[in-house]
């Protein structure tokens, strides 16, 4: 297991935005089906966005319209834009890289990260 490295949490206003970033190495990066998923706190983790090495892109419906998931080769990276948020949202956000695709949360990747935290307030 490869440990991905995210940044980009923290604490805004409902409403604001932010933006998460992920890197991984590049044999995983390129091939592997790239994603976010959260852990709620109290509540089941949940499979925010995903997206595949072609582009293709499938988000959880409450997030459906205000975030944004995507993926910079040249840097390894993938991202997820986050606009609009709600106090709904806070949660623990983790990247995961994968070789199968699925739409639904999972309990075990190929390769997760440790989490970053998001906090919205109202």
């Known amino acids: 297991q490869v440990q991905l490295v995210e940044s980009g949490g923290g604490l805004v206003q409902a409403g604001g935005s932010l933006r998460l970033s992920c890197a991984a190495p590049?044999?995983?990066?390129?091939?592997?089906?790239m994603g976010w998923y959260r852990q709620p706190p109290g509540k089941q983790r949940e499979l925010v966005a995903t997206?595949?090495?072609?582009?293709?892109?499938n988000y959880h419906y409450s997030v459906e319209g205000r975030f944004t998931i995507s993926r910079e080769y040249a840097k390894n990276t993938v991202y997820l834009q986050m606009n609009r948020l709600k106090p709904e949202d806070t949660a623990v956000y983790h990247c995961?890289?994968?070789?199968?695709?699925?739409?639904?949360?999972?309990?075990?990747?190929?390769?997760w990260g440790q989490g970053t935290q998001v906090t919205v307030s109202s």
């Open positions: 995961y890289a994968d070789r199968m695709y699925t739409n639904y949360v999972r309990e075990n990747y190929d390769h």
């Open positions: 997206i595949t090495s072609g582009g293709y892109t």
């Open positions: 590049g044999s995983i990066f390129s091939t592997y089906v």
